[in-house]
């Protein structure tokens, strides 16, 4: 059915959107060092992060939908090259970003010393940019099917 089609890549289109501008505005603004603008920012950005963890989610959920009504074998090598890439993409977000961004937080709220610490972090940055690398090579995979579309 062409509508899961549609809704799998419009949910993962803002996943990944709503993904990477948010942590990348949050690292930006953690670099200016302006404790006040740091509280501000982290204490709004829970709701970015959740609604990018579940548009991830319901989007492989719209895409499972349209490989079993396209008769996709579920087990195509483009397939489990997506689900790997979009595991790890999950993992890098939940065990490196969204937890630098907690600590961040706070260490803001409480005018930690170890504020100064987490700040000079570089991880996060190189996770983010991984994942933008990963989200590319998943559009390239899903988009012309190495291995055949089976």
């Known amino acids: 059915m062409p509508i899961f089609k549609f809704l799998h ?4 289109f803002f996943a990944v959107g709503i993904a ?5 505005l949050l690292y930006r603004i953690a670099q200016t060092r302006e404790v006040s603008a740091i509280r501000a920012a982290f204490d ?3 709701k970015y992060t959740t609604t990018s963890q579940l548009l991830f989610v319901v989007g492989m959920i719209f895409g499972l939908l349209n490989a079993f009504f396209s008769g996709f074998n579920f087990f195509a090598p483009w397939l489990l090259i997506a689900y790997v890439l979009l595991g790890v993409i999950l993992i890098l977000r939940g065990s490196v970003t969204t937890t630098w961004q907690q600590r961040v937080w706070q260490a803001a709220k409480n005018n930690s010393p170890d504020l100064e610490t987490l700040l000079d972090d ?3 940055r190189t996770a983010i940019w991984a994942y933008i690398v990963l989200s590319v090579i998943i559009v390239y ?9 089976q």
């Open 122 to 124: 570089t991880t996060p």
């Open 20 to 24: 990477v501008g948010s942590d990348l």
């Open 141 to 149: 995979v899903m988009t012309l099917k190495p291995g055949g579309i």
């Open 44 to 46: 709004a950005a829970w």
């Open 9 to 12: 890549i419009l949910s993962m």
